[in-house]
């Protein structure tokens, strides 16, 4: 559980101090105000990455050198800087030369408005989707994506240059085995997740919609099959043509495809679905739920459909949430309140 956040000249704040309650926490404020700014900073915290951009320097305010995010998890200090110099980690005040006991500590589920291209977006957004999941809960997920992701730059880039096969092929025994254990792993996931995202999908729906996911791979045949098969593709458009940056998932809503005949609040069923499943295995897996960040997520839902996704989040998990307006909630006695307006936080209670 997160019991404060502060942040430090991050994206439109100077300074602010945010202490979370220990269930549902709403952050009420008019658009462009920097509720979505303070969700990102708590996953930035745990996770060290951004669910909105790839670019770190995105998050430094305007005018400034760095920025600075602290906050308490489960009675542990966490603080991550980003200067012009690079990253600096802390673990109670003791500085984290890697990564990895860092990331250990706190896992983040987030669901946003643009979720909704889960449904109708390309498959590189559905990749991602099984990536964050993976990379917080499959041993060597994080290494191997890593590896395959260099590994297959590399490759191309010889390809693209018309380089000999001879050359090209140092490269396909990493690019395998990196390959193989990604999709070995997503097959996996996809498989725990589609039951735990058909029960969240009729929850939410008041069981009028089946929702069934399948994991595609980039490739019909064992991926090293699969590679030899295509060299003079390959060699003909330049780029390594199979392979798990090919790998999507399918999705059907009571047997049809969901991106083409389910309807937008459907849609954003399914997105929220697709989330709720990825909560629920985590909590599966390790024992507990994982911290879920929402964000402003409700528009295209009726007030039955919000108030039902409200149900359907994990029982045990804290959750912080933002919206334009709260009249839509059946109850908040036992949530924390705060209104976000001019950079300051206030009680909403």
Not at 36 to 60: F, G, K, M, N
Not at 307 to 334: E, G, H, K
Request: glycine fraction near 6%.
């Amino acid at each position: 559980m997160i019991t404060q956040v502060r942040l430090s000249q991050f994206r439109c704040f100077d300074s602010l101090d945010v202490r979370p309650g220990p269930q549902r926490t709403y952050v009420v404020g008019k658009n462009a105000q920097g509720k979505t700014s303070i969700l990102e900073a708590i996953c930035v915290l745990l996770r060290l990455q951004s669910p909105r951009t790839s670019t770190i320097t995105d998050l430094i305010k305007s005018g400034t050198d760095g920025f600075a995010i602290e906050g308490i998890f489960n009675d542990t200090r966490l603080s991550c800087r980003h200067t012009g110099d690079g990253r600096e980690l802390a673990l109670d005040s003791k500085i984290q030369p890697k990564s990895a006991d860092y990331l250990a500590l706190g896992r983040v589920t987030w669901f946003a408005n643009t979720d909704l291209e889960l449904v109708k977006g390309s498959g590189a957004l559905r990749r991602r989707y099984l990536d964050f999941l993976g990379v917080q809960s499959v041993p060597g997920y994080k290494k191997a994506l890593s590896n395959y992701e260099r590994t297959q730059r590399s490759r191309n880039a010889l390809l693209k240059e018309g380089r000999p096969r001879r050359e090209i092929a140092a490269f396909d025994s990493p690019l395998i085995e990196s390959g193989e254990l990604l999709m070995k792993a997503r097959a996996a996931l996809c498989s725990n997740l589609a039951p735990l995202a058909r029960i969240a999908c009729e929850e939410i729906s008041a069981q009028s919609d089946t929702l069934e996911i399948r994991y595609r791979p980039g490739c019909n045949s064992p991926f090293a099959e699969a590679l030899a098969a295509s060299r003079a593709e390959e060699d003909r458009l330049r780029q390594t043509i199979c392979g798990p940056h090919r790998d999507d998932i399918e999705v059907t809503l009571n047997g049809l495809k969901a991106s083409a005949f389910a309807s937008e609040g459907q849609q954003r069923s399914i997105a929220l679905a697709l989330k709720i499943a990825q909560a629920r295995h985590m909590e599966n897996l390790h024992g507990h739920p994982p911290l879920l960040l929402l964000d402003d997520i409700f528009g295209e839902l009726d007030t039955g459909r919000r108030n039902r996704l409200l149900t359907a989040l994990p029982a045990q998990a804290q959750a912080v949430i933002t919206t334009t307006f709260l009249d839509w909630v059946d109850n908040t006695a036992s949530d924390a309140v705060f209104l976000l307006a001019d950079g300051r936080l206030a009680s909403g209670k």
